[in-house]
């Protein structure tokens, strides 16, 4: 499986987990606040601070009929339109914070929902975009983007196997086919119960590209599972504090948080390791008990090896197990005391 590269880093198996911080509307109309998060998701442990690229314009119509009103969950009630409206992140903005996430040090991406969105992008020299699970489905604007052949990431949520084939398909035959998928549960917040990250296993398996979860769960839970299935990337939301009133605070990670969350990630990452038997290094100081042959009775010089005076004990500074039967009627070459571990220097045949 190839992985997918990222200016100097590489994303894909066997790699480190490469760990992206959303943004999305938790700068509550700030541009201080949102250079401040940039700087807080950097500290956190993030590798890639990602914003979204709309207008309220590019994402529906001013219209205050039924279809434009969320009906339930976390943001009902509200219009579409007018929603968009606080969430969304002026375009003015977005090519002084990629500025600051270079100074920062963190990798900067958005998400466009429009192919005016990925003009602006491409003004702005963007490295690698994402694709929104919502937006999987409007496939001219997932083969626009793919046409700039930058690599892309992209979220599932809802879509059919058959719905995520024809987006890759799109990804390929417009572009460079760099690709990587996420699984996503496209609830605010999603419950762990309904991830199902085995699906995720299966979308590496049926499209032969790096995976990850982007999650918007609560807690670490979902992450480090997915890392331990082999995720390349994790995606969380990321805001300064949840009290900071905005539409997408409800659902995201403090720095402290998501501090956590990386650290989980990273020692995941160990833990899952590389295929390796043998004794690791923290069992070296352990080996020693194991079982090995003891002479378990004073034998004299001349006298047989029995199952009265040999054993196969605790610790393993004598002769494997594996030699018990054949040592069995071998006679001493010299007195051996009990407690003795039994080697074949001391014995002789039979």
Request: proline share 4%; charged share 25%; with cysteine.
């Amino acid at each position: 499986m190839e992985g997918i590269k990222i200016g100097q880093r590489v994303i894909g198996t066997g790699l480190p987990v490469y760990v992206i911080a959303e943004m999305s509307a938790n700068h509550a109309g700030s541009l201080a606040r949102a250079k401040e998060i940039i700087h807080a998701a950097k500290e956190s442990g993030a590798d890639c601070i990602k914003i979204q690229t709309y207008t309220p314009d590019t994402l529906t119509i001013d219209c205050d009929s039924k279809y434009f009103h969320i009906s339930d969950g976390t943001w009902e009630g509200e219009n579409l339109y007018h929603l968009y409206e606080k969430a969304y992140t002026p375009w003015e903005w977005q090519r002084e914070l990629k500025e600051e996430a270079g100074r920062v040090g963190i990798d900067f991406l958005s998400t466009p929902f429009d192919k005016s969105a990925v003009d602006f992008l491409e003004d702005l020299d963007v490295d690698f975009y994402k694709i929104a699970s919502f937006e999987l489905v409007d496939l001219p604007l997932i083969s626009y983007t793919a046409s700039k052949g930058k690599p892309i990431i992209m979220s599932t949520g809802m879509a059919t196997l058959g719905e995520i084939e024809e987006a890759v398909n799109a990804v390929r035959n417009a572009g460079r086919g760099r690709l990587a998928l996420l699984r996503c549960a496209s609830a605010y917040p999603a419950v762990t119960d309904e991830m199902n990250l085995r699906t995720m296993q299966n979308m590496a398996e049926v499209f032969g590209v790096p995976v990850g979860l982007s999650d918007h769960s609560m807690g670490s839970v979902g992450a480090v599972a997915a890392v331990a299935l082999g995720a390349c990337i994790i995606e969380k939301h990321f805001c300064l504090d949840r009290s900071i009133e905005n539409p997408d605070a409800l659902f995201s990670m403090n720095p402290q948080e998501f501090g956590q969350m990386v650290k989980d990630v990273r020692q995941a990452e160990k833990a899952v390791g590389c295929v390796k038997y043998g004794v690791t290094k923290q069992e070296e100081s352990s080996i020693v008990f194991r079982r090995s042959i003891f002479c378990v009775k004073d034998i004299k010089k001349g006298e047989k090896l029995t199952e009265e005076n040999i054993r196969v004990i605790r610790p393993g500074y004598g002769l494997a197990p594996k030699y018990y039967q054949q040592v069995l009627g071998q006679r001493a070459l010299q007195d051996i005391e009990r407690g003795t571990p039994l080697g074949f220097e001391l014995i002789g045949g039979k």
